[in-house]
T-cell receptor, first 115, second 113 residues
Framework: IAGITQAPTSQILAAGRRMTLRCTQD?????MYWYRQDLGLGLRLIHY???????GKGEVPDGYSVSRANTDDFPLTLASAVPSQTSVYFC??????????????FGPGTRLTVL | AQSVTQPDIHITVSEGASLELRCNYS??????LFWYVQSPGQGLQLLLK??????LVQGIKGFEAEFKRSQSSFNLRKPSVHWSDAAEYFC???????????FGTGTQLKVEL
């Protein structure tokens, strides 16, 4: 079944540790995104990629990095986790056609707790 | 920069009653507008979207939304709510021709049986 997978489903992490959240899509979408969801704040864009080989910063990029080596994968790395990065992380993808009309499809999320 | 306001954090309705969830946006040009639904423990699913044309758009699960440029609003409606509609609803806006979404803070819908 086509879609987006994220791993792990949940993780408890000690502060200062490095963590990579994985995201893979099989819809051949050009664009991919990482959001964090926090109570009362909705979803906020962390980083995005319009096509393989390119990335951009979203609204809350500090403390996170991404790479886009190929179309399907878009990992999110926390180099040194801090408690404020405790959140639910969603990966999404969309086509990236000129003129918009780009519905984003979301993965099931990763619940991360940093202690 | 665009922004989205969902003034209602929580709404409770009885099953079978009508529903309207409010969404106001701020954007200088013609926006692309979306409503997503998130069931507990799940990712987001698109309900409907507006890009241009008819200002009343139909979505999945019996939802509809009306774009009112004069009020900068894109309210979501359903004539008769079902218990399975209990979820969190997010309004989002994207700049015309762009693909970066800005989400509202969400409205949590509770349905009383």
């Amino acid at each position: 079944i086509a879609g987006i997978t994220q791993a792990p489903t949940s993780q408890i992490l000690a502060a200062g540790r490095r963590m990579t959240l994985r995201c893979t899509q099989d819809m051949r979408h050009n664009a991919m995104y990482w959001y964090r969801q926090d109570l009362g704040l909705g979803l906020r864009l962390i980083h995005y990629s319009n096509t393989a080989g390119t990335t951009g910063k979203g609204e809350v990029p500090d403390g996170y990095s991404v790479s886009r080596a190929n179309t399907d994968d878009f990992p999110l790395t926390l180099a040194s986790a801090v408690p404020s990065q405790t959140s639910v992380y969603f990966c999404a993808s969309s086509t990236s056609l000129a003129g918009g009309h780009n519905e984003q499809f979301f993965g099931p999320g990763t619940r991360l707790t940093v202690l | 920069a665009q922004s989205v306001t969902q003034p209602d954090i929580h709404i409770t309705v009885s099953e079978g009653a009508s529903l309207e969830l409010r969404c106001n946006y701020s954007y200088g040009a013609t926006p692309y507008l979306f409503w997503y639904v998130q069931s507990p423990g799940q990712g987001l699913q698109l309900l409907l979207k507006y890009f241009s044309g008819d200002t009343l758009v139909q979505g999945i699960k019996g939802f509809e939304a009306e774009f009112k440029r004069s009020q900068s609003s894109f309210n979501l409606r359903k004539p008769s709510v079902h218990w399975s509609d209990a979820a969190e609803y997010f309004c989002a806006v994207a700049p015309g021709g762009g693909n970066k979404l800005t989400f509202g803070t969400g409205t949590q819908l509770k349905v009383e049986l």
